[in-house]
């Protein structure tokens, strides 16, 4: 397969089913909706049925056709020194990927494959397409698969002098009970809230209002005993869908390392394996949820240039260790990031301004918690919403709190907090750009937005340092575009 002579490969015969599977289902979606008009307006005869028989029959027959032609027409290899992709039963193309452009190989095991042994491939470069992989093979034997990625990533490693090549290193697996205690602590209940509004509306389509009025007024005549009701269980089923979510996408969560990659693998139905080269990582983010803080709890998640969808979005490295344990985890999978130094908090001036910022939401809300019951009802308990405002100061006080920063040797460490709190390691020669930002109100006391990026997925990430000092932040930009770093605030020394 890699040399110039050798032929390309063809895919594992599971390909023939696997693509039938996809050209029916694209079919029957096609062709659902004017289906059933058809037989709706035309009645269940005898004559109608048989049509429906032998109309599916005729589509099964032609996808498992279209499925052979597919996967002969389809062949890979790894040719001087690219990666080759052959397909097309019609209109023929082939794909050429240098392999020094090859940012990963990742696999997916779906239910189909499941059954017949065999990987989805897929090979990523780092400026693949948004939407769907640069290539991909959707069936490969486990030997076959292993074979590929060996010949891809074995031209990107340093030879070995050992004889025999030693398969990854196992640094972390996932238990069942952090497995369940991530989702549990995951804070996507707001997801499964909105799934589950998706799925009222849809309730809506088969039961009348009436039907609803009908079912309160028998079960719960009073309204406030109905909210007591429906606000716990909603929210109980929300946080259960949240659970079974991180428990089908994180099961069996494996992180793995060879040599200058790290591997993957995670998923309850669909089994997936990625690679995440070393030298791609551009930064490493420590999260601390609001619900995971109090127990010590984080997870580590990395920005990987040209890796993922979307600009900005990380990959999970492992979703949910003790704080105390992610700089020894990280001095085995990624060391360069492994740094936990003293942060530099902000001035003592800056509080006003976090606090100011944090209220300003709360103020609008309370205002219109305060009139509108004033105006409706001629009511002032609308009073209590001016609760907010103080419950949103201590928001700006914990904001303020948390944020924080340092330059330890070459690598800057940035910590901010939203709801949760992330602290961010990012190396200096991975950081696209450095700016200070400064506006008229900042001036006037001082200080000012220290902005920088690293690449992450298809674009960039940015980290910021919001209201530091103003001479901090010019240090800051000069120690980080130079050699000369800075140990704490206002004190410099040579890197």
Known sequence: MSSEAEPLLHLHPAAMVIDALKSVRRLVSASALPGIIVLFSQGLSPLTIFLVLLGAVVLVVLAAVWGFLSWRATSYGVVGGAFRLRQGVFQKSERTIPLEHVQSVDTVQGIVQRVFGVYEVRVETAGGGATEPDASLPALSRGATEALRREIEGARKEPVDTEEEAGPEVLRRLSVRDLLVAGATSGQIGVALSLLAVGSQVFDEFFSEAFFRDLVDRVAPNALV???????????????????????????????????????????LERREATI???????????????????????????????????????????????????????????????????????????????????????????????????????????????????????????????????????LVVRSRNLGRVTVVAPRRRLQSRSVLQSPFQRRVRLATFETEVASGGGGSALEVTDLGFEDARRLVEALSSRVSIKKSGEERPA
């Open 226 to 268: 109905v909210a007591l009701i429906l606000v716990p269980a909603v929210a109980l089923v929300a946080w259960l869908l949240a659970i079974a979510g991180t428990v089908l996408a994180h099961f069996g969560f494996t992180l793995s390392r060879d040599g200058d990659f790290l591997y993957i693998k995670r998923g309850l």
């Open 277 to 411: 080269p070393l030298g791609r990582i551009q930064a490493v983010r420590v999260s601390e949820g609001v619900l995971r803080q109090p127990f010590g709890l984080a997870s580590l998640r990395v920005e990987s240039a040209g890796y993922g969808e979307d600009a900005g979005v990380s990959a999970v490295m492992f979703p949910l260790l003790p704080r105390d344990e992610v700089q020894a985890l990280l001095r085995e999978a990624a060391p360069e990031f492994a740094v936990d130094p003293p942060l530099n908090a902000l001035p003592r001036r800056a509080l006003r301004r976090y606090v100011f910022r944090a209220c300003i939401p709360a103020v609008v809300l309370a205002a219109a918690g305060v009139l509108v019951p004033l105006l409706v009802f001629d009511a002032f308990f609308g009073l209590l919403s001016a609760l907010l405002i103080p419950a949103f100061a201590v928001y700006g006080w914990l904001r303020f709190r948390a944020a924080g920063w340092a330059l330890e040797g070459d690598r």
